[in-house]
């Protein structure tokens, strides 16, 4: 077969070194079962957590949830080694033991399928940038600023959009000004969620529910520093938890916006924590049950936050819409879990975007991207 009629290559690289290493294995097996493979050849790539690079299988059985239990599936360590060379080819190096160093044929696009840190902030993003392969999704500084949820805040606010009240806690400040970030702490209102700055799938999340106790607070700001040195505390708000899919549009134009969804979390949850999330009854309801004009400001609110964030790709931007008819950003997510748990692929699925379909947009709006400055 000639180069003209080969299949396009796409490198599916899941896993990775963060906490959320689990779900991405379930993200990419969900994604590898509906991927054309007519159209695409794929090369399975996974991160171990200790931070090797494999190739491993891509048999999405081999990436799911197992039914009836809570057992997560893990790249294994035991695939034949990568090496990435920097030579702007697209290319991949297999280096396995004993054996010289073989070539991988040039890769066309990657779908980085990796949430939070070392995958979806900014940091593979650069490096593909230095690979010179074009890849799905946000771009470097896009990922990097939504991953940290500090920065996304002072973005949005300095957009006029709004969020909840906060306090940014640092590694510094814990350390030299503790006595200062307990006070401000306090000053948000009684119930407080603490949670790390740059994590996901509500990895690390704790519930204070009185700010003054003092003990109470550091004991959730050290659970959330287990898994980032910057924590977030955030205010409590009262209201109801709807998000919003987001796709860039095939024309260029104004980005897509699902239905919204709004969450139901599982009897016996405080809230939507990562059991809640992955390994409970916890639903949602789409279309949200709204006024229509709620429905119409949240989606025109989704794709401004998609583009004062200059996100690429896909998105998912979760809100609090309050009692008072207030709307709230929450959270921003540049890779969205695609697990059958997801809201992404359900909300998209109800808005008549089925599963294949999202990702043949995922890989052809990264294939129509050139290389470079984005």
């Not at 696009?109 to 070392?118: E, N, Q």
């Not at 940038?129 to 500084?141: L, P, S, T």
């Not at 024309?251 to 709004?262: H, N």
Request: net charge negative; proline share 5%; hydrophobic share 40%.
């Amino acid at each position: 077969m000639s180069s003209e009629q080969r299949r396009i290559r796409v490198a599916v690289v899941f896993g990775g070194r963060s906490s959320e290493h689990e779900i991405s294995c379930v993200t990419a097996g969900s994604v590898l079962s509906v991927i054309d493979h007519d159209r695409y050849e794929v090369v399975p790539v996974g991160i171990t957590k200790t931070g090797n690079w494999v190739l491993t299988s891509g048999d999405p059985e081999h990436l799911r949830i197992e039914e009836g239990t809570k057992a997560l599936p893990e790249v294994p360590e035991d695939g034949k080694g990568l090496a990435l060379p920097f030579d702007s080819a697209g290319q991949l190096m297999i280096v396995d033991p004993g054996e010289g160093p073989a070539r991988l044929s040039e890769v066309d696009v990657v779908l980085p399928l990796l949430h939070g840190p070392f995958g979806e902030d900014g940091t593979i993003q650069g490096l593909f940038e230095m690979m010179g392969v074009r890849y799905a999704g946000a771009g470097v500084f896009s990922s990097a600023a939504a991953m940290d949820k500090v920065f996304m805040k002072a973005i949005l606010t300095g957009n006029g959009i709004p969020t909840s009240d906060y306090v940014a806690v640092t590694d510094r400040a814990w350390r030299t000004e503790r006595k200062k970030v307990l006070d401000d702490i306090a000053e948000l209102g009684e119930t407080v969620f603490v949670k790390p700055a740059r994590a996901g799938s509500s990895v690390g999340i704790s519930k204070v529910r009185d700010s003054s106790d003092t003990d109470a607070v550091i004991a959730a700001v050290e659970a959330a520093r287990e898994h980032d040195p910057k924590v977030l505390v955030e205010a409590q708000v009262i209201g109801r938890e709807i998000e919003c899919g987001v796709l860039e549009a095939e024309d260029g134009g104004i980005p897509d916006v699902s239905f919204p969804a709004e969450v139901h979390v599982a009897e016996g949850f405080d809230f939507y924590d990562f059991e809640a999330k992955y390994l409970s009854t916890s639903g949602l309801t789409i279309p949200a049950e709204i006024p229509e004009e709620v429905t119409a400001r949240l989606r025109a609110l989704a794709a401004e936050v998609f583009e004062a964030m200059g996100c690429e790709g896909l998105a998912r931007v979760d809100f609090f819409y309050t009692e008072d008819g207030g709307i709230l950003v929450n959270e921003l997510n540049t890779m969205p879990g695609f697990t059958p748990a997801s809201a992404f692929p359900q909300m998209w699925a109800a808005t008549d975007v089925d599963y294949a379909t999202l990702v043949e947009r995922m890989i052809t709006t990264a294939l129509r991207r050139s290389p470079g400055l984005r």
